[in-house]
Protein backbone atom coordinates (compact mmCIF):
# COMPACT_ATOMS: atom_id res chain seq x y z
CA UNK A 1 0.00 0.00 0.00
CA UNK A 2 1.39 3.26 -0.96
CA UNK A 3 0.36 6.70 0.43
CA UNK A 4 1.48 10.13 0.41
CA UNK A 5 4.41 11.35 3.34
CA UNK A 6 4.25 14.84 4.31
CA UNK A 7 7.62 13.72 5.73
CA UNK A 8 9.13 13.00 2.81
CA UNK A 9 7.08 15.13 0.22
CA UNK A 10 6.52 11.87 -1.18
CA UNK A 11 4.68 8.61 -2.11
CA UNK A 12 5.51 5.78 -0.05
CA UNK A 13 5.48 1.72 0.64
CA UNK A 14 3.73 1.42 3.73
CA UNK A 15 6.04 -0.57 5.75
CA UNK A 16 4.11 -1.20 9.48
CA UNK A 17 5.98 -1.54 12.13
CA UNK A 18 4.25 -5.12 13.26
CA UNK A 19 2.68 -6.12 10.41
CA UNK A 20 -0.47 -7.28 10.39
CA UNK A 21 -0.91 -4.51 13.00
CA UNK A 22 -0.80 -1.06 12.03
CA UNK A 23 -0.99 1.67 14.39
CA UNK A 24 -2.94 5.02 12.80
CA UNK A 25 -3.88 8.03 15.37
CA UNK A 26 -5.63 10.59 13.88
CA UNK A 27 -6.20 13.60 15.29
CA UNK A 28 -10.01 14.97 16.52
CA UNK A 29 -12.83 16.88 16.98
CA UNK A 30 -12.68 20.10 19.67
CA UNK A 31 -16.21 19.04 21.36
CA UNK A 32 -16.95 22.81 21.56
CA UNK A 33 -19.70 22.61 18.70
CA UNK A 34 -21.28 20.65 16.15
CA UNK A 35 -18.91 19.89 13.44
CA UNK A 36 -19.72 21.34 10.47
CA UNK A 37 -19.28 19.48 6.72
CA UNK A 38 -15.44 20.50 6.46
CA UNK A 39 -14.67 18.24 9.23
CA UNK A 40 -16.68 15.37 8.56
CA UNK A 41 -14.83 15.15 5.54
CA UNK A 42 -11.84 14.86 7.53
CA UNK A 43 -12.97 12.20 8.97
CA UNK A 44 -14.69 10.10 6.27
CA UNK A 45 -11.37 10.30 4.97
CA UNK A 46 -9.29 8.84 7.74
CA UNK A 47 -11.97 6.03 7.54
CA UNK A 48 -11.20 5.51 3.98
CA UNK A 49 -7.89 4.84 5.09
CA UNK A 50 -8.62 2.34 7.85
CA UNK A 51 -10.96 0.71 5.75
CA UNK A 52 -8.35 0.38 2.64
CA UNK A 53 -5.87 -1.03 5.57
CA UNK A 54 -8.70 -3.70 6.18
CA UNK A 55 -8.83 -4.88 3.46
CA UNK A 56 -5.15 -5.55 2.73
CA UNK A 57 -5.09 -7.60 5.84
CA UNK A 58 -4.00 -5.63 8.32
CA UNK A 59 -5.04 -4.78 11.90
CA UNK A 60 -5.68 -1.17 12.29
CA UNK A 61 -4.94 0.28 15.52
CA UNK A 62 -6.55 3.18 15.34
CA UNK A 63 -6.86 5.91 18.07
CA UNK A 64 -8.25 9.21 17.23
CA UNK A 65 -8.63 11.72 20.87
CA UNK A 66 -11.21 13.72 21.66
CA UNK A 67 -10.04 17.22 22.09
CA UNK A 68 -12.25 18.58 25.34
CA UNK A 69 -9.76 20.98 26.89
CA UNK A 70 -6.76 23.44 25.80
CA UNK A 71 -7.51 23.98 22.26
CA UNK A 72 -7.41 28.02 22.22
CA UNK A 73 -9.64 30.05 19.42
CA UNK A 74 -5.82 30.16 17.41
CA UNK A 75 -4.32 27.02 17.03
CA UNK A 76 -1.16 28.98 18.19
CA UNK A 77 -1.83 29.33 21.71
CA UNK A 78 -4.06 32.67 21.47
CA UNK A 79 -7.70 33.76 22.57
CA UNK A 80 -9.48 31.90 24.77
CA UNK A 81 -10.17 28.13 25.22
CA UNK A 82 -12.84 26.87 22.70
CA UNK A 83 -14.86 24.84 25.35
CA UNK A 84 -14.85 28.04 27.66
CA UNK A 85 -16.08 29.57 24.79
CA UNK A 86 -18.68 27.07 24.06
CA UNK A 87 -19.70 27.31 27.63
CA UNK A 88 -20.30 31.28 27.29
CA UNK A 89 -22.30 30.80 24.24
CA UNK A 90 -24.73 27.99 26.18
CA UNK A 91 -24.65 28.58 29.29
CA UNK A 92 -23.18 25.60 30.63
CA UNK A 93 -20.38 24.31 32.15
CA UNK A 94 -17.54 23.54 29.95
CA UNK A 95 -17.89 19.94 31.06
CA UNK A 96 -21.68 20.03 29.76
CA UNK A 97 -20.59 21.29 26.62
CA UNK A 98 -17.43 18.61 26.10
CA UNK A 99 -20.16 15.49 27.36
CA UNK A 100 -23.02 16.80 25.07
CA UNK A 101 -20.49 17.37 21.89
CA UNK A 102 -18.77 13.94 22.74
CA UNK A 103 -21.69 12.04 22.65
CA UNK A 104 -23.06 14.11 19.42
CA UNK A 105 -19.93 13.11 17.06
CA UNK A 106 -19.47 9.49 18.58
CA UNK A 107 -23.08 9.41 17.54
CA UNK A 108 -22.21 10.62 14.32
CA UNK A 109 -19.79 8.08 14.00
CA UNK A 110 -22.28 5.72 13.86
CA UNK A 111 -24.71 8.00 11.76
CA UNK A 112 -22.06 7.98 8.58
CA UNK A 113 -21.15 4.48 8.88
CA UNK A 114 -17.69 4.72 10.14
CA UNK A 115 -15.61 2.05 11.44
CA UNK A 116 -15.48 2.60 15.16
CA UNK A 117 -12.14 3.31 16.76
CA UNK A 118 -10.31 1.29 18.99
CA UNK A 119 -9.81 3.83 21.48
CA UNK A 120 -11.74 7.42 21.52
CA UNK A 121 -9.48 9.31 24.33
CA UNK A 122 -10.67 12.27 25.74
CA UNK A 123 -7.83 14.72 27.09
CA UNK A 124 -9.81 15.14 30.10
CA UNK A 125 -8.76 11.81 30.91
CA UNK A 126 -5.63 11.82 30.46
CA UNK A 127 -4.41 15.07 32.53
CA UNK A 128 -1.35 13.05 34.57
CA UNK A 129 0.26 11.66 31.42
CA UNK A 130 0.06 14.83 29.93
CA UNK A 131 1.81 16.38 33.18
CA UNK A 132 4.38 13.62 33.04
CA UNK A 133 5.01 14.23 29.65
CA UNK A 134 5.85 18.37 30.63
CA UNK A 135 7.87 16.46 33.61
CA UNK A 136 9.93 14.96 31.30
CA UNK A 137 10.65 18.15 28.75
CA UNK A 138 11.29 19.59 31.94
CA UNK A 139 13.76 17.05 32.68
CA UNK A 140 15.48 17.38 29.31
CA UNK A 141 15.76 21.41 28.92
CA UNK A 142 12.82 21.89 26.82
CA UNK A 143 11.06 24.14 28.83
CA UNK A 144 11.16 27.74 30.86
CA UNK A 145 8.02 29.66 32.55
CA UNK A 146 6.58 32.62 31.92
CA UNK A 147 3.40 34.09 33.65
CA UNK A 148 0.42 33.09 31.97
CA UNK A 149 2.23 29.02 31.88
CA UNK A 150 5.21 26.65 30.82
CA UNK A 151 6.82 26.89 27.26
CA UNK A 152 8.22 24.66 24.84
CA UNK A 153 12.02 26.41 23.81
CA UNK A 154 11.69 25.56 20.27
CA UNK A 155 14.75 27.02 19.76
CA UNK A 156 16.11 23.93 22.14
CA UNK A 157 15.05 21.38 18.75
CA UNK A 158 16.96 21.47 16.16
CA UNK A 159 14.89 20.21 14.07
CA UNK A 160 11.77 22.57 14.44
CA UNK A 161 11.66 24.16 11.22
CA UNK A 162 12.20 20.76 9.14
CA UNK A 163 8.48 18.83 8.99
CA UNK A 164 6.30 22.05 7.67
CA UNK A 165 9.70 23.65 6.32
CA UNK A 166 9.43 26.57 7.88
CA UNK A 167 10.66 29.85 7.51
CA UNK A 168 11.65 30.51 10.88
CA UNK A 169 12.80 34.25 10.20
CA UNK A 170 9.18 34.82 9.43
CA UNK A 171 7.79 33.92 12.84
CA UNK A 172 9.69 36.40 14.38
CA UNK A 173 7.81 39.23 16.39
CA UNK A 174 6.23 41.50 14.28
CA UNK A 175 5.42 38.91 12.06
CA UNK A 176 2.06 38.36 13.43
CA UNK A 177 -0.65 40.10 15.78
CA UNK A 178 -1.89 39.19 18.93
CA UNK A 179 1.29 37.93 20.22
CA UNK A 180 2.77 36.98 23.85
CA UNK A 181 5.70 39.51 24.50
CA UNK A 182 7.14 37.25 26.92
CA UNK A 183 7.87 34.54 25.16
CA UNK A 184 11.30 33.47 23.95
CA UNK A 185 10.27 32.87 20.51
CA UNK A 186 7.26 33.49 18.43
CA UNK A 187 7.29 29.69 17.19
CA UNK A 188 7.39 28.61 21.53
CA UNK A 189 3.82 26.94 22.95
CA UNK A 190 2.55 26.57 25.33
CA UNK A 191 2.60 22.88 27.43
CA UNK A 192 0.52 23.97 30.71
CA UNK A 193 -1.61 27.22 31.02
CA UNK A 194 -2.43 28.53 34.32
CA UNK A 195 -5.66 29.37 35.50
CA UNK A 196 -5.98 33.12 36.11
CA UNK A 197 -5.84 33.93 39.77
CA UNK A 198 -8.78 36.13 40.39
CA UNK A 199 -11.09 33.23 39.31
CA UNK A 200 -11.41 29.61 39.12
CA UNK A 201 -12.12 27.64 35.58
CA UNK A 202 -14.39 24.68 35.12
CA UNK A 203 -11.72 22.99 33.59
CA UNK A 204 -8.37 22.99 35.67
CA UNK A 205 -6.16 20.46 37.67
CA UNK A 206 -3.09 20.93 40.26
CA UNK A 207 0.21 20.85 38.84
CA UNK A 208 3.97 21.17 40.07
CA UNK A 209 3.68 24.40 38.35
CA UNK A 210 0.52 25.05 39.93
CA UNK A 211 -3.20 25.39 38.98
CA UNK A 212 -4.08 25.13 35.29
CA UNK A 213 -4.92 22.82 32.10
CA UNK A 214 -2.22 21.64 29.37
CA UNK A 215 -2.27 22.80 26.02
CA UNK A 216 -3.57 21.55 22.87
CA UNK A 217 -0.51 19.73 21.64
CA UNK A 218 0.60 17.89 24.20
CA UNK A 219 -2.49 16.31 24.47
CA UNK A 220 -1.90 14.43 21.10
CA UNK A 221 1.69 13.67 21.91
CA UNK A 222 0.82 12.26 25.20
CA UNK A 223 -1.79 10.06 24.14
CA UNK A 224 -0.16 9.10 21.30
CA UNK A 225 2.71 7.55 23.27
CA UNK A 226 0.43 5.97 25.76
CA UNK A 227 -1.81 3.92 23.52
CA UNK A 228 0.20 3.14 20.57
CA UNK A 229 4.01 3.68 21.85
CA UNK A 230 7.21 5.77 20.97
CA UNK A 231 6.38 5.51 16.84
CA UNK A 232 3.31 5.15 15.03
CA UNK A 233 3.29 3.84 11.23
CA UNK A 234 1.05 6.09 10.25
CA UNK A 235 -0.49 10.06 11.90
CA UNK A 236 -3.11 11.74 10.56
CA UNK A 237 -4.65 15.57 10.31
CA UNK A 238 -5.81 18.08 8.03
CA UNK A 239 -2.85 19.86 5.86
CA UNK A 240 -3.39 23.51 8.08
CA UNK A 241 -2.15 20.88 11.36
CA UNK A 242 1.36 20.85 9.60
CA UNK A 243 3.08 24.42 10.35
CA UNK A 244 1.64 23.89 13.68
CA UNK A 245 -0.25 21.11 15.88
CA UNK A 246 1.87 18.81 13.85
CA UNK A 247 5.25 20.73 14.24
CA UNK A 248 4.75 20.78 17.64
CA UNK A 249 3.55 17.55 18.77
CA UNK A 250 7.32 16.59 16.67
CA UNK A 251 9.03 18.68 18.92
CA UNK A 252 7.50 17.22 22.30
CA UNK A 253 7.31 14.02 20.91
CA UNK A 254 10.98 13.28 19.26
CA UNK A 255 12.57 15.78 22.08
CA UNK A 256 11.25 13.07 24.67
CA UNK A 257 11.69 9.64 23.10
CA UNK A 258 14.53 11.00 20.64
CA UNK A 259 12.54 8.19 17.58
CA UNK A 260 10.65 9.56 15.10
CA UNK A 261 6.73 10.18 16.30
CA UNK A 262 5.50 8.79 12.98
CA UNK A 263 6.56 7.17 10.14
CA UNK A 264 3.95 8.38 7.62
CA UNK A 265 2.33 11.41 7.94
CA UNK A 266 -1.17 11.80 5.92
CA UNK A 267 -2.87 14.82 5.26
CA UNK A 268 -6.58 16.11 4.01
CA UNK A 269 -6.72 18.84 1.85
CA UNK A 270 -9.53 21.65 2.74
CA UNK A 271 -13.24 21.40 1.33
CA UNK A 272 -14.28 24.50 -0.31
CA UNK A 273 -17.48 26.21 -0.43
CA UNK A 274 -18.06 29.26 -2.75
CA UNK A 275 -14.13 29.05 -3.47
CA UNK A 276 -14.05 29.81 0.79
CA UNK A 277 -12.65 27.40 3.64
CA UNK A 278 -15.70 26.37 5.46
CA UNK A 279 -15.76 28.02 9.27
CA UNK A 280 -18.33 29.34 11.48
CA UNK A 281 -17.11 32.20 11.58
CA UNK A 282 -17.68 32.46 7.69
CA UNK A 283 -21.36 31.23 8.17
CA UNK A 284 -20.83 27.98 5.90
CA UNK A 285 -20.80 26.06 8.56
CA UNK A 286 -23.63 22.75 7.14
CA UNK A 287 -24.15 20.00 9.52
CA UNK A 288 -25.41 17.05 9.38
CA UNK A 289 -28.58 18.16 10.29
CA UNK A 290 -28.41 20.25 7.60
CA UNK A 291 -27.68 17.87 4.89
CA UNK A 292 -30.90 15.73 6.05
CA UNK A 293 -33.00 18.64 6.16
CA UNK A 294 -31.96 19.40 2.27
CA UNK A 295 -33.99 15.93 2.21
CA UNK A 296 -30.85 13.96 1.41
CA UNK A 297 -29.66 10.66 2.27
CA UNK A 298 -25.76 10.95 5.11
CA UNK A 299 -24.53 8.07 2.97
CA UNK A 300 -25.13 10.11 -0.40
CA UNK A 301 -22.97 13.13 1.47
CA UNK A 302 -20.26 10.23 2.32
CA UNK A 303 -20.06 9.47 -1.25
CA UNK A 304 -19.73 13.42 -2.07
CA UNK A 305 -16.51 12.90 -0.13
CA UNK A 306 -15.45 9.64 -1.89
CA UNK A 307 -15.68 11.01 -5.12
CA UNK A 308 -12.35 13.42 -4.35
CA UNK A 309 -8.97 12.14 -3.52
CA UNK A 310 -8.02 13.53 -0.02
CA UNK A 311 -5.01 15.35 -1.07
CA UNK A 312 -6.94 17.03 -3.69
CA UNK A 313 -8.77 20.83 -2.50
CA UNK A 314 -12.26 19.46 -2.88
CA UNK A 315 -15.48 21.76 -2.98
CA UNK A 316 -19.50 21.61 -1.31
CA UNK A 317 -22.03 22.52 -3.67
CA UNK A 318 -25.98 21.32 -2.95
CA UNK A 319 -25.04 20.45 -6.92
CA UNK A 320 -22.75 18.10 -6.35
CA UNK A 321 -24.27 16.44 -3.64
CA UNK A 322 -27.63 15.89 -6.08
CA UNK A 323 -25.32 14.43 -8.06
CA UNK A 324 -23.68 11.90 -5.45
CA UNK A 325 -27.07 11.02 -4.25
CA UNK A 326 -27.77 10.20 -7.91
CA UNK A 327 -25.24 8.13 -8.01
CA UNK A 328 -25.81 6.27 -5.01
CA UNK A 329 -29.25 5.87 -6.11
CA UNK A 330 -27.40 4.05 -9.39
CA UNK A 331 -25.12 1.44 -6.79
CA UNK A 332 -28.54 1.41 -4.59
CA UNK A 333 -30.49 -0.41 -8.51
CA UNK A 334 -27.33 -2.26 -9.25
CA UNK A 335 -27.82 -3.57 -5.20
CA UNK A 336 -31.24 -4.90 -5.44
CA UNK A 337 -30.76 -6.94 -8.89
CA UNK A 338 -29.85 -9.16 -6.37
CA UNK A 339 -33.20 -9.82 -5.24
CA UNK A 340 -34.37 -10.46 -8.71
CA UNK A 341 -31.53 -12.67 -9.99
CA UNK A 342 -31.52 -16.36 -9.71
CA UNK A 343 -28.88 -18.17 -12.32
CA UNK A 344 -27.01 -15.65 -14.12
CA UNK A 345 -23.48 -14.99 -15.80
CA UNK A 346 -20.62 -14.81 -12.88
CA UNK A 347 -18.72 -11.88 -12.99
CA UNK A 348 -15.72 -10.77 -10.12
CA UNK A 349 -15.72 -8.04 -8.59
CA UNK A 350 -13.85 -4.84 -9.58
CA UNK A 351 -10.52 -4.23 -8.78
CA UNK A 352 -11.31 -1.03 -5.96
CA UNK A 353 -8.81 -2.04 -3.84
CA UNK A 354 -5.73 -1.79 -5.82
CA UNK A 355 -6.41 1.71 -6.57
CA UNK A 356 -6.82 2.70 -3.22
CA UNK A 357 -4.26 1.25 -2.11
CA UNK A 358 -2.62 3.91 -4.49
CA UNK A 359 -2.94 6.83 -2.10
CA UNK A 360 -6.25 6.34 -1.89
CA UNK A 361 -6.96 7.42 -5.00
CA UNK A 362 -11.30 7.26 -4.72
CA UNK A 363 -11.29 8.63 -7.90
CA UNK A 364 -9.80 5.93 -9.97
CA UNK A 365 -11.85 3.44 -7.58
CA UNK A 366 -15.18 5.05 -8.41
CA UNK A 367 -13.97 5.03 -12.28
CA UNK A 368 -13.49 1.49 -11.92
CA UNK A 369 -16.63 0.91 -10.57
CA UNK A 370 -18.66 3.10 -12.96
CA UNK A 371 -17.18 1.23 -15.85
CA UNK A 372 -17.82 -2.53 -14.70
CA UNK A 373 -21.71 -0.54 -13.55
CA UNK A 374 -21.43 0.06 -17.94
CA UNK A 375 -20.84 -3.65 -18.56
CA UNK A 376 -22.77 -5.42 -16.36
CA UNK A 377 -25.99 -3.28 -15.37
CA UNK A 378 -27.75 -4.56 -18.34
CA UNK A 379 -26.53 -8.15 -18.07
CA UNK A 380 -27.89 -10.57 -16.22
CA UNK A 381 -25.25 -11.66 -13.33
CA UNK A 382 -25.97 -13.94 -11.11
CA UNK A 383 -26.87 -13.08 -7.55
CA UNK A 384 -24.16 -14.42 -5.77
CA UNK A 385 -22.02 -11.77 -8.09
CA UNK A 386 -23.95 -8.80 -7.47
CA UNK A 387 -23.74 -10.14 -3.52
CA UNK A 388 -19.58 -10.07 -3.92
CA UNK A 389 -19.54 -6.66 -5.27
CA UNK A 390 -21.76 -4.59 -3.55
CA UNK A 391 -20.01 -6.18 0.23
CA UNK A 392 -16.91 -5.23 -1.57
CA UNK A 393 -18.52 -1.33 -2.32
CA UNK A 394 -20.18 -1.25 1.50
CA UNK A 395 -16.35 -2.58 3.19
CA UNK A 396 -14.18 -0.01 0.74
CA UNK A 397 -16.70 3.08 1.22
CA UNK A 398 -19.06 2.36 3.57
CA UNK A 399 -21.94 3.10 2.06
CA UNK A 400 -24.82 0.56 3.05
CA UNK A 401 -25.67 -0.75 -0.01
CA UNK A 402 -26.29 -4.07 1.28
CA UNK A 403 -29.06 -2.78 3.81
CA UNK A 404 -30.90 -0.96 0.69
CA UNK A 405 -34.46 -3.46 0.95
CA UNK A 406 -36.77 -5.62 -1.06
CA UNK A 407 -40.06 -4.68 -2.35
CA UNK A 408 -42.89 -6.11 -0.75
CA UNK A 409 -44.50 -8.98 -1.89
CA UNK A 410 -47.47 -6.96 -2.41
CA UNK A 411 -45.38 -4.91 -5.41
CA UNK A 412 -44.09 -7.72 -6.80
CA UNK A 413 -48.09 -9.22 -7.87
CA UNK A 414 -48.68 -5.79 -8.98
CA UNK A 415 -45.28 -6.19 -11.35
CA UNK A 416 -46.99 -9.70 -12.40
CA UNK A 417 -49.96 -8.23 -12.72
CA UNK A 418 -48.53 -5.14 -15.02
CA UNK A 419 -46.83 -8.07 -16.92
CA UNK A 420 -50.13 -10.13 -18.04
CA UNK A 421 -52.20 -6.50 -18.50
CA UNK A 422 -49.17 -5.67 -21.15
CA UNK A 423 -49.35 -9.90 -22.51
CA UNK A 424 -53.04 -9.43 -23.38
CA UNK A 425 -52.06 -6.04 -24.53
CA UNK A 426 -54.69 -4.43 -21.95
CA UNK A 427 -52.69 -0.68 -21.97
CA UNK A 428 -54.83 1.19 -20.26
CA UNK A 429 -54.35 -1.12 -17.47
CA UNK A 430 -50.78 -1.45 -17.66
CA UNK A 431 -49.95 2.21 -17.44
CA UNK A 432 -52.58 2.26 -14.05
CA UNK A 433 -50.25 -0.28 -12.66
CA UNK A 434 -47.31 1.43 -13.39
CA UNK A 435 -48.78 4.78 -11.73
CA UNK A 436 -49.37 2.40 -8.76
CA UNK A 437 -45.95 1.27 -8.70
CA UNK A 438 -44.48 4.61 -8.91
CA UNK A 439 -46.33 5.79 -5.97
CA UNK A 440 -44.16 3.52 -4.25
CA UNK A 441 -41.33 4.88 -5.46
CA UNK A 442 -40.63 1.86 -7.65
CA UNK A 443 -40.48 1.22 -11.40
CA UNK A 444 -40.22 -1.52 -14.09
CA UNK A 445 -37.54 -1.51 -17.42
CA UNK A 446 -38.30 -3.88 -19.71
CA UNK A 447 -34.93 -6.10 -20.76
CA UNK A 448 -34.34 -9.16 -22.74
CA UNK A 449 -34.51 -11.63 -19.73
CA UNK A 450 -37.80 -9.77 -18.40
CA UNK A 451 -39.16 -7.16 -15.92
CA UNK A 452 -36.47 -5.21 -13.96
CA UNK A 453 -37.55 -3.31 -11.03
CA UNK A 454 -35.75 -0.28 -9.93
CA UNK A 455 -36.03 2.37 -7.34
CA UNK A 456 -36.88 5.89 -8.69
CA UNK A 457 -35.74 7.34 -5.80
ZN1 LIG B 1 -3.15 16.15 17.29
Keep these: MKLYNTLSRQIEELKP???????????????????????????????????????????????????????????????????????????????????????????????LNFIQPTNLPRATDHINDQINFIIELEKKGYTYRISDGIYYDTAKFAHYADFARLDLEELQPGARVEQNPEKHHQSDFALWKFSPTDKSRDMEWDSPWGKGFPGWHIECSAMCLNYLGETV??????????????????????????????????????????????????????????????????????????????????????????????????????????????????????KLIEAMQNDLDTPSALAILEDYLDRNEHRNLSAASITDTINLIDKLFGLDLTSTPDISEHAKSLIKARMDARQNQDWPRADNLRERLARDNIAVRDEPQGSVWYYLS
Excluded at 256 to 271: C, E, Y
Design 233 to 350: DIHCGGIDHIPIHHTNEIAQSQAVTGKPLAHIWLHTNHILIDDLKISKSLGNGITLEDIEKAGFSLDAFRLLVIESQYRSQSKFSWDSLQAASNRLLRFKNFAVRRYQATDGLTETPP
Design 17 to 111: INPPSVSVYTCGPTVYDYPHIGNWFTFIRYDLLIRTLMLSGLRPNWVMNITDVGHLTSDADEGEDKLAKGAAREGKTAWEIADYYTDYFVKGLKR
